[in-house]
């Protein structure tokens, strides 16, 4: 069974500042999806990026960006010029195949401040 | 974009009655849709995979004839949480993914409802 590890319960960051937010995962599987979803106060779930396994190329999002190390199974997300708004729950997931579920860590609360 | 509409986003019921949760996908057909469960400051866990035309796979632990779902159509799946209790309590999220005429830079996203609270008194 695939496992997703956010080893970071809590960060903060002043706005417009740079955060880096971490993720592991452990999986068997070759070719597989990885996501980062936002989920404000208002708890709905925002995708925020994501990573297909077989690109080497890290994926970009405007102010967003991922760090993927296939060989080290992390994908870590770094937000750039942080803004108010993306204080929120952040959470990582992992996806096997095509019609499977997602598979979240358990989220790292980020709260910017100004 | 997709769409998924969740419904309703809140409920206060008494403990033994049945309540009902909608998950519909307005502008796409979705053979399979997602059911979470999200407590207090925690991540979602999976409960059920939701499959058009055919039964629920739940998750272990979770109990199906608790839980009760259907994916009679293509753009509609339905949660009942029957004879509610207190520990019922929590927060759903539904999720679908588009089945076909899917762009590929939307490939394998999953777009989820904005959630459903469910309070038993």
């Known amino acids: 069974a695939q496992t997703v590890t956010q080893s970071q319960p809590e960060m903060s960051v002043q706005e417009a500042e740079t955060v880096t937010l971490s993720c592991t995962y452990d999986?068997?599987?070759?070719?597989?999806?990885l996501f980062w979803y936002k989920q404000p106060p208002s708890r709905q779930m925002i995708l925020v990026i994501r990573?297909?396994?077989?690109?080497?190329q890290n994926a970009t999002e405007n102010r967003f960006s991922v760090n993927f190390q296939k060989a080290a199974k992390s994908f870590s997300l770094k937000i750039s010029d942080s803004q108010l708004g993306d204080t929120a729950m952040y959470f990582c997931?992992?996806?096997?195949?095509?019609?499977?579920?997602?598979?979240f860590g358990k989220g790292t609360r980020l709260s910017v401040i100004a | 974009g997709a769409v998924v509409s969740q419904h309703p986003s809140r409920v206060i019921c008494k403990s033994g009655t049945s309540v009902k949760i909608e998950c519909r996908s307005l502008?796409?057909?979705?053979?399979?849709m997602f059911w979470y469960r999200q407590f207090p400051k925690q991540s979602l866990m999976l409960m059920a995979t939701?499959?058009?035309?055919?039964?629920?796979?739940?998750e272990q632990g979770v109990e199906k004839d608790k839980f009760l779902i259907n994916h009679a159509s293509l753009t509609l799946s339905t949660l009942t949480v029957t004879s509610a209790h207190p520990e019922d309590s929590s927060f759903y999220i539904c999720?679908?993914?588009?089945?076909?005429?899917?762009?590929?830079?939307?490939?394998?996203?999953?777009?989820f409802g904005a959630g459903s609270r469910l309070t038993v008194l």
């Open positions: 999986t068997s599987e070759n070719n597989y999806y």
């Open positions: 999720s679908a993914r588009q089945s076909t005429g899917q762009k590929t830079t939307g490939a394998n996203v999953l777009t």
């Open positions: 502008d796409f057909q979705a053979t399979t």
């Open positions: 990573q297909e396994a077989y690109k080497q």
């Open positions: 939701s499959n058009e035309g055919s039964k629920a796979t739940y």
């Open positions: 997931a992992f996806m096997a195949r095509r019609n499977t579920p997602l598979v």
